[in-house]
């Protein structure tokens, strides 16, 4: 299996795991919230507190991890790398254009395809006609 692939199935079980967790916490804390007042209430007002307590924990879980969690890690665009890689002229700017990303960036399976196919046009214009490229 493909390190991108891998990463992909790594970070997907982890985000799941995650919601498992967020999930379980907003019931507790829903629960916890509405313990001391469940002499007063029926049953079915019992689990309508619940479910909107839980709801509203989870999303306000969704909005964390949409604005926290998500971004931790991600300090580049890789259109802008793909774009420094694509404005090279030589196979020499390349490297050197390469060498200056992160190593987030040359792991980034987006930004390999890119090089691979700028890297493969340059090596190509070097063979002399006639030859196998």
Do not use: C
């Amino acid at each position: 299996m493909e390190n991108s692939q891998q990463d992909k199935l790594i970070r997907d079980a982890q985000y799941r795991k995650g919601l498992s967790i967020a999930f379980f916490n907003s019931l507790n804390s829903a629960i916890s919230l509405v313990s001391p007042a469940t002499q007063y209430l029926t049953p079915d007002e019992i689990k309508n507190r619940v479910k909107m307590y839980r709801d509203y924990f989870l999303e306000e879980h969704k909005n964390y991890y949409a604005t926290v969690i998500a971004n931790v890690g991600v300090n580049y665009k890789a259109e802008d790398s793909i774009a420094k890689l694509k404005a090279t002229k030589t196979l020499e700017e390349l490297q050197n254009a390469w060498l200056l990303l992160s190593q987030d960036e040359r792991r980034d399976g987006e930004i390999i395809k890119v090089a691979k196919t700028e890297k493969a046009k340059y090596q190509n214009e070097k063979a002399p006609s006639g030859t196998a490229k």
